[in-house]
């Protein structure tokens, strides 16, 4: 069937889902100069040249070609499996997959030449304008208000044209670090069709430009037997693992992160001499596993991740009820940390691997407090007296356990918990009240949310800061929160 752009704007297009649909658009490839992409965005929209990339999720879909297509100029035809998109990182609500290409059609004529597309400032517009579009998420409100969204794109361009963003300096000596983050998409898709074959996002850049050091890089080792769940707010794990399965997924994963950090020519941190070394001379990542699936029960492929694939921060459990132990999302199966969690636990501390109790229940953090020698980070969360039930959130009796061992609780920046930036500030404000402002840090699950948060980009580190000295936070406490606390854990932990 033909599908309108109409049918886009308007939420109608939801009903098709995984429907085979034509649609006829223009094609807006994130490197105008390749000679054959197979992903690309499709605009309602003619585009004025190369660079300009739309931000409204209702006047463009992401498309991934069945077979490499030359960039065009003119409208293109295109024939595909339409998707709509409940968890995008980067806020686009409906995909094409398996797309193929059909003749120009007559009502729209090429408007200019690939030559001419090229030449008419597209490679400096897509420098200009791609971390912006492709990297960052989309605007929610665009579609809501095309004007604001033509002032906020005219601001964005000449801000680019004429100086560069302030990067927000942290006083001499201390790092700021992200206790956890997929930013990058270092993640393996959910759609088989797609999977480790997912294009990935500016990294490096974003990092420099809002004074972000070192991120824990996470990779995820579930994703092939999770989903979103029927009220979309949360993932939820919809069939069994096959023998071997998250191994392998786990294996796919560490490539693609090694890939996404040498592509972004970034250092890996192993060890506290690294992170010294390396961490303020440029963007920097720790290797981080969210979830032990990959382990699949087997305590020797601890050694084996931190050998082969430097990895350095485990957290145990994530979506699903795996080998190690339970999490908040979910019914509890083993009464806590297992045995085979404990002695996880144990093999991290003698390698030297931070280990992550975040996703884990309140028995599970406690039996893990009980049996680590050192210190615990609970990587994204925040704080809530009565959190409903199988909420994602901590109460502050959970948040004084991890302080109990010396550890670091990461507060997140989702938008269910706060509804800016100002109110997460005052929200690591509460956290630091329960536990002290040692105990708090950054974690901003950096495009692993369903719905958009209030911390987007590391380009918002100088506004998180800003807020947090405005609820009161001096200089010192500031810089602890956004590095030092968990930098005084990865050292102990790791040595």
């Known amino acids: 069937m033909t599908l309108d752009w109409s049918t886009i704007r308007d939420g109608n297009a939801d009903t098709l889902h995984d429907t085979t649909v034509d649609i006829t658009g223009w094609m807006i490839p994130l490197d105008p100069q390749a000679e054959s992409v197979d992903y690309f965005l499709l605009s309602a929209d003619e585009p004025c040249c190369g660079g300009c990339v739309p931000r409204n999720p209702a006047a463009s879909i992401e498309v991934y070609a069945a077979l490499p297509l030359a960039p065009q100029a003119g409208a293109l035809r295109l024939r595909g499996r339409l998707l709509r998109l409940v968890d995008d990182p980067a806020g686009w609500r409906y995909r094409l997959v398996e797309a193929t290409a059909f003749e120009r059609p007559p009502s729209l004529p090429r408007t200019f030449s690939r030559r001419a597309f090229l030449s008419s400032g597209a490679a400096l517009g897509l420098a200009a304008c791609a971390p912006g579009r492709f990297a960052s998420y989309t605007d929610p409100h665009a579609q809501d208000d095309p004007a604001a969204l033509a002032e906020s794109d005219s601001a964005a361009a000449s801000q680019t044209a004429s100086s560069p963003a302030v990067s927000w300096q942290a006083p001499s000596g201390t790092l700021t670090i992200d206790m956890h983050s997929h930013a990058g998409r270092v993640t393996v898709s959910r759609d088989p069709a797609i999977g480790a ?140 940390l297992t045995d085979n969690g404990a002695q996880v636990v144990r093999r991290c501390n003698a390698l030297g691997i931070v280990v992550d109790v975040a996703h884990g229940t309140y028995e599970l953090v406690k039996r893990a407090a009980n049996t680590s020698t050192r210190p615990l980070v609970l990587s994204h969360s925040a704080l809530a007296t009565h959190p409903s039930s199988r909420s994602r959130l901590i109460t502050p009796d959970h948040a004084r356990v991890i302080a109990g061992t010396g550890g670091v609780i990461g507060v997140w920046p989702s938008s269910g918990s706060f509804k800016d930036i100002h109110a997460m500030a005052e929200g690591i404000k509460r956290m630091a009240d329960v536990v002290g402002v040692a105990h708090v840090g950054l974690g901003s699950d950096m495009l692993g949310f369903i719905s958009p948060p209030v911390f987007r980009s590391y380009e918002q580190l100088p506004d998180l800061a800003s807020a947090l000295r405005v609820a009161g936070f001096t200089d010192e406490e500031v810089s602890a929160i956004l590095g030092g606390n968990y930098r005084r854990v990865f050292e102990a932990s790791v040595g």
């Open 197 to 336: 074959r997912r294009p990935f996002l500016p990294l490096a850049a974003p990092m420099r430009n809002g004074g972000m050091n070192v991120i824990c890089l996470a990779i995820v080792t579930d994703t092939t037997v999770t989903r979103v769940a029927e009220n979309r707010k949360r993932f939820e794990a919809w069939r069994d693992p096959q023998p071997g399965e998250l191994y392998a997924l786990g294996q796919a994963e560490f490539q693609r992160a090694h890939q996404l950090i040498q592509r972004e020519r970034m250092q890996v941190v192993t060890n506290a001499a690294s992170l010294a070394a390396q961490g303020s001379l440029g963007p920097c990542a720790i290797i981080s596993a969210e979830g032990g699936d990959f382990l699949e029960g087997q305590v020797d492929r601890v050694d084996e991740a931190y050998a082969q694939h430097q990895l350095r921060h485990l957290q145990l459990t994530h979506y699903r009820v795996n080998e190690l132990g339970d999490i908040q999302t979910e019914p509890p199966v083993h009464g806590g």
